[in-house]
């Protein structure tokens, strides 16, 4: 399936993203001093910048929503992906100012900030709902998205380090929203196919999606020569550059076979 071709429904994206908001706040809530003094395997971010990250990615969609509508042709969603890394350093700065302002205190105000973070997305969402779809709002240093795709794009940041968030915890399990993942899955393995395009390699992600990628021959009937199978958040880390290719492949966390299945030239996907 191409990528640009996928839709997403923009009540069930608008309740996925609030659930998996929810589902981080009940654990930002949980956090002790020296949780949010842990290292995270993000670099330098402790869990503390971690969380103010995640709460300013939820806080600025008031102010990408209160801008006029921008022209020009909408940014591909699969293409997000590949200007997510250009944005880094700004990310950065932007983080450990923003943690100096209102996350560097007790867990409570942390908690607090988060809430406030939390409300703004219900009362953003609230607003949306009322708006077109296919309203073209302004992101990625002036890069105009449809309005599905920004919030499809605001799910893989609470989705992705949601799992940041469960790792730096030790936590076996994050109670993520299903309809959130899914939707992060897709958006990924679509990039894949976006920036990888072709049809010698079947990428298969059930129960959420499966897409076609990598020049060479197009497979059409019967069973596929190149194939990798893989669990969505299995797939969402090996997508972002948390998981490796050859030690998920070694531990049974991806199947592939195929002479042209080894896919870790081409990840990650999202930086």
């Avoid at 990598?214 to 020569?225: D, S």
């Amino acid at each position: 399936m191409p990528a640009k071709s996928r839709t997403y429904q923009p009540q069930k994206t608008s309740a996925a993203l609030v659930a998996q908001c929810e589902a981080v706040r009940d654990v930002v809530h949980q956090l002790t001093e020296s949780d949010l003094e842990r290292p995270t395997r993000l670099g330098s971010w402790r869990v503390r910048e971690l969380v103010t990250h995640v709460s300013l990615a939820l806080s600025q969609m008031r102010a990408v929503l209160d801008a006029a509508e921008v022209g020009g042709p909408p940014l591909p969603l699969a293409d997000y992906a590949a200007l997510a890394a250009s944005m880094a350093e700004f990310v950065d700065a932007a983080t450990t100012e923003h943690t100096a302002i209102g996350f560097a205190g007790p867990p409570k105000e942390v908690a607090a900030a988060f809430d406030e973070a939390l409300d703004t997305v219900r009362a953003v969402l609230g607003r949306a709902a009322a708006l077109e779809p296919d309203r073209r709002v302004t992101f990625l240093s002036g890069h105009p998205l449809h309005l599905t795709d920004y919030l499809v794009s605001r799910l893989v940041e609470t989705v992705v380090h949601a799992d940041d968030l469960a790792d730096a915890l030790g936590l076996d399990a994050f109670p993520h929203d299903r309809e959130a993942v899914a939707a992060v899955t897709r958006m990924l393995a679509d990039a894949l196919a976006g920036q990888v395009p072709g049809g010698a390699v079947e990428l298969r992600i059930p129960p959420y999606a499966v897409v076609q990628a990598v020049p060479g021959p197009k497979h059409t009937r019967g069973t596929p020569p190149n194939v990798v199978e893989t669990d969505p958040l299995t797939w969402i880390r090996l997508a972002t550059g948390r998981a490796d290719w050859a030690a998920a492949v070694e531990a049974g966390e991806v199947s592939a076979s195929g002479e042209r299945s080894d896919l870790r030239e081409y990840l990650p996907v999202l930086r």
